[in-house]
């Protein structure tokens, strides 16, 4: 898929118009569809802000490999699903995007429990995911022997 595409399948994911994402990142609704229709492409800055504002790392938005090391695209709903639990354990979970000085980003995630919030690096929230994957293999096939 090409950048623009990914925008506009994680926008409509998102349950958002051209404009209301256009206005969370800072650009128009019209330059929104511009990219979704790839005839223009935007910028690495702008593509962090869209990021930002879609809750998604940066990397998958670009049409370069998996946005984190070890993580194939099928598991993004599996991080959606860690995010959207740690959401429900905790009451919310902030994604925030950190650009180093020499243009590379890093996402990570504020998990917000009171007293009892901590940070995880989109690389925990991966892990987490091969994890749930791992242990949910493992039953479903207890299972199915227990069935039988």
């Not at 330059?31 to 998604?56: C, D, M, Q």
Request: aromatic share 4%; hydrophobic share 40%; glycine share 14%.
């Amino acid at each position: 898929m090409t950048t623009g595409e990914n925008i506009r399948a994680w926008r409509k994911r998102r349950g958002l118009t051209q404009n209301q994402l256009g206005r969370l990142c800072g650009v128009s609704g019209a330059a929104i569809g511009s990219y979704e229709k790839g005839a223009t492409a935007p910028k690495r800055r702008t593509v962090e802000k869209i990021a930002s504002a879609l809750e998604v790392p940066p990397a998958r938005l670009m049409e370069a490999g998996p946005p984190v090391p070890g993580r194939a695209p099928s598991d993004a709903p599996l991080y959606d699903g860690v995010l959207a639990a740690l959401k429900e354990l905790y009451g919310g979970v902030e994604g925030r995007v950190v650009v180093g000085g020499n243009g590379t980003s890093a996402r990570y995630y504020v998990v917000q429990g009171g007293p009892d919030s901590f940070v995880l690096h989109e690389e925990d929230v991966a892990a987490i995911a091969r994890s749930a994957r791992a242990s949910t293999s493992l039953l479903a096939a207890r299972l199915r022997g227990a069935g039988r």
